[in-house]
């Protein structure tokens, strides 16, 4: 037999090897154990059960100095001009590399376990012979040990496999034949350190310490000729070292086609599903929320019961969402250990209060450690959490080894269910003087860690949720105390953000205006719209469509007309649809690259045109690739309105503007009218109609100056 340098691996050519039957028999028995392990990961966590499809977008680029909140949008509608992109594609232009990117929860661990899955059955990924699934948060439980690569891959699979020479030299000979996931890139506790220049060097089998073969493998020093597949949130992208042969692809999550068929497919009786979807299509903020796979399960599941209420007491805010999700958790653990009954959930919470204590320090321990959602069994035997309460549910199995020598380990089924369980430890322990730490940091320091668990808090505190909270409570204190412990923790954080200048991260301001919407509180909303002094600058924030809905709930508590800036989001048109019933509130309203159409553009003249004093006085649609239908709206709509005096309509797709030119000739209000970067071909048209116009003392287009003499006033 031919002997094989591992350490020259990628000089390696499969047709210079003759074939060996016993050679031959290894492999096929590694290959049949390796699909064998991608089926049961395929098959992993409750958001994979019943799979769809995910919205998928290949980037030509992705500007690693922008952050996830500028860059990363988790909409489920598909950016203007994008081409879906198949998950057996993502390799069809040959890249070396794919960096799989998106927001927590818009499923880029379900897209690992589905290409598992597929390539197991040999339904997808078929031109892969060898195919392994890294971890990072199973490697963070050995990054301080010395590794090779070989045994890294090898450990996916079955520990007497992985002991055949054999098998590594058919995977070094199998060339770009070989397919490396690497998932959940953003937990590895030492991403920061792998962009820093490491040692070199290609051997499948030389030891060495875990972040340096995992340096090696990523840079395709190790395996050359292999496919990667990273997945992380935008945020960490940055710290990968430089990857040959990158590709960017983001994941959006669920669009409307795949949120339907998903709830088709988790109810098995179809007019259950039917009204489901028209329960959450009558909440649009839920609607929205189902973009992300992990809460579309979970809002599909608090609504797979027998009858769906519509009433006042039907979830509407995250944090309802998540206690719903935790109710049928309790009482399918109160079946399972005791007799069934049907007491109400304040009365199942009272009885389990000690059950759930156990669940909630637990997840407040791991929020603050390097491994995050990671726990060991002394980890749940320190909290006393037994068998019995871990079948319940709120924690699941995670070790996905099939070597039994690793120490199996355990993990809430998503990091935002250990979020939730760590806001209830909070409440749970009465921990106020928590709030004062958070708002004393210094601006800009608040941990995404804070934000989550600090979101859910707030939503505590909503009139639904009340007799919950009174329960939970501790001895002592009430709810009473725990709002206004929250209200007074809110405005001085935006009394905060008012204080620092427009640098300010943004995110904040919208991750405040959540936590406003989570509590429900009226009273509250009118506090904060006050002291936001008429002015909401979310410049490239992040927002999303759902977010709108927060938006509204402060403006509509607003007595003063807004300056609402929502440039650089991917709002998109149900983002506008939102914000329509407070629209009267805003004065000033800038939608530049928000992602939105000419039906958005409809839908907003035709609200205002109904208004009886329209307050609207700018009005910035600038690089949202309209067309002269949205010049048409808008034509009519100058004809009559009275109260715009600034319209800019730079960077689109208009050519004609006859109608824009005609309506100037009637409408006496619109100083500035910006119309430059567009393909417009008859700009003489304003000629006339400026003839009989006395406002107009900005007209703005890059064209020839000798088409407008004497407009300029």
């Not at 600090?454 to 725990?482: D, N, V, Y």
């Not at 004065?587 to 690259?593: K, T």
Request: with cysteine.
């Amino acid at each position: 037999m031919v002997q094989v340098n591992l350490s020259n691996c990628h000089n390696v050519s499969i047709q210079h090897v003759p074939s060996d039957p016993v050679v031959e028999d290894a492999e096929k028995t590694y290959i049949a154990s390796l699909r064998q392990q991608c089926l049961s990961e395929g098959r992993c966590g409750p958001a994979t059960a019943n799979y769809v499809d995910l919205v998928l977008i290949r980037h030509p680029t992705f500007k690693a100095s922008e952050s996830l909140h500028n860059q990363a949008t988790l909409s489920a509608s598909i950016p203007h001009g994008a081409a879906r992109l198949p998950l057996d594609k993502l390799f069809t232009d040959r890249a070396c590399s794919v960096i799989l990117y998106g927001e927590a929860g818009a499923g880029k661990t379900v897209a690992v376990r589905q290409i598992a899955s597929q390539w197991s059955c040999k339904k997808a990924m078929t031109e892969f012979l060898f195919l392994f699934v890294i971890s990072f948060r199973d490697v963070n439980l050995s990054v301080n040990k010395k590794t090779s690569a070989w045994n890294l891959l090898s450990n996916f699979c079955s520990p007497k496999a992985s002991t055949s020479r054999q098998v590594s030299e058919a995977v070094c000979r199998a060339g770009e034949k070989v397919l490396l996931l690497f998932d959940g890139f953003d937990e590895y506790v030492k991403s920061q350190e792998l962009k820093a220049g490491a040692p070199g060097f290609n051997s499948l089998d030389e030891k060495a310490k875990l972040p340096l073969v995992l340096h090696n493998l990523l840079k395709g020093r190790i395996l050359p000729a292999a496919r990667r597949l990273i997945t992380s949130r935008p945020a960490h992208i940055s710290f990968l070292p430089d990857l040959p042969g990158t590709s960017y692809v983001e994941v959006l999550g669920f669009g409307e086609e795949e949120i339907e068929r998903f709830f088709n497919q988790n109810f098995r009786d179809s007019l259950q599903a039917e009204r489901a979807l028209r329960h959450v299509r009558l909440h649009q903020n839920l609607y929205r929320m189902c973009s992300l796979p992990i809460c579309c399960q979970i809002i599909s599941e608090c609504l797979n019961r027998p009858s769906i209420s519509e009433q006042n007491d039907t979830p509407i805010t995250l944090t309802q969402i998540y206690f719903s999700y935790v109710e049928k958790l309790f009482k399918h653990f109160e079946t399972r250990t005791r007799t069934p009954n049907t007491r109400s959930f304040n009365t199942c919470l009272q009885q389990q209060r000690r059950t759930l204590e156990k669940f909630a320090r637990l997840a407040r321990d791991g929020l603050k450690s390097p491994l995050l959602n990671v726990f060991y069994m002394k980890d749940l035997e320190q909290h006393e959490i037994t068998k019995e309460e871990v079948n319940a549910g709120c924690v699941v199995y995670s070790q996905t080894h099939c070597d039994s020598c690793l120490p199996c380990t355990f993990s809430f089924s998503h990091l935002s269910i250990l979020e939730f369980f760590a806001a209830l430890a909070v409440l749970m322990a009465g921990e106020q003087d928590y709030l004062n730490e958070v708002v004393q940091q210094p601006s800009g320091e608040l941990l995404s860690r804070d934000e989550a668990l600090l979101t859910f808090l707030c939503g505590m505190l909503s009139k639904q949720l009340l007799p919950l909270t009174r329960t939970l409570l501790p001895a002592g204190q009430s709810e009473e105390g725990w709002r206004d412990a929250i209200v007074t923790f809110l405005m001085n954080f935006t009394c905060r953000l008012q204080q620092s200048n427009e640098e300010t991260p943004q995110r904040q301001t919208l991750w405040l205006l959540r936590c406003i919407f989570e509590t429900q509180i009226d009273e509250l909303a009118k506090k904060v719209a006050s002291v936001l002094g008429g002015r909401l600058y979310l410049f490239r924030a992040g927002a999303r469509p759902e977010d709108c809905v927060s938006l509204a709930f402060v403006l509509r508590h607003c007595c003063e007309p807004f300056e609402l800036d929502l440039r650089r989001n991917q709002i998109c048109d149900t983002g506008i649809d939102f914000l329509l019933p407070q629209i009267s509130k805003i004065g000033n309203l800038r939608l530049n690259d928000t992602a939105i159409t000419d039906s958005a553009v409809e839908h907003l003249v035709r609200v205002i045109e109904t208004e009886d004093t329209p307050l609207l006085q700018e009005l910035h649609l600038d690089g949202n690739k309209l067309t002269g239908r949205s010049v048409e709206v808008l034509g009519t709509f100058l004809e009559y309105n009275t109260s715009l005096k600034v319209l800019s309509l730079s960077t689109n797709d208009f050519v004609d503007v006859t109608c824009l030119a005609d309506a100037l000739a009637y409408n006496n209000s619109l100083q500035k009218l910006i119309l430059d970067h567009n393909n417009i071909s008859n700009a003489e048209a304003f000629g006339k109609a400026l003839e009989k116009n006395s406002s107009l003392t900005l007209l703005h287009p890059e064209l020839g100056v000798a088409s407008f003499a004497g407009v300029w006033l």
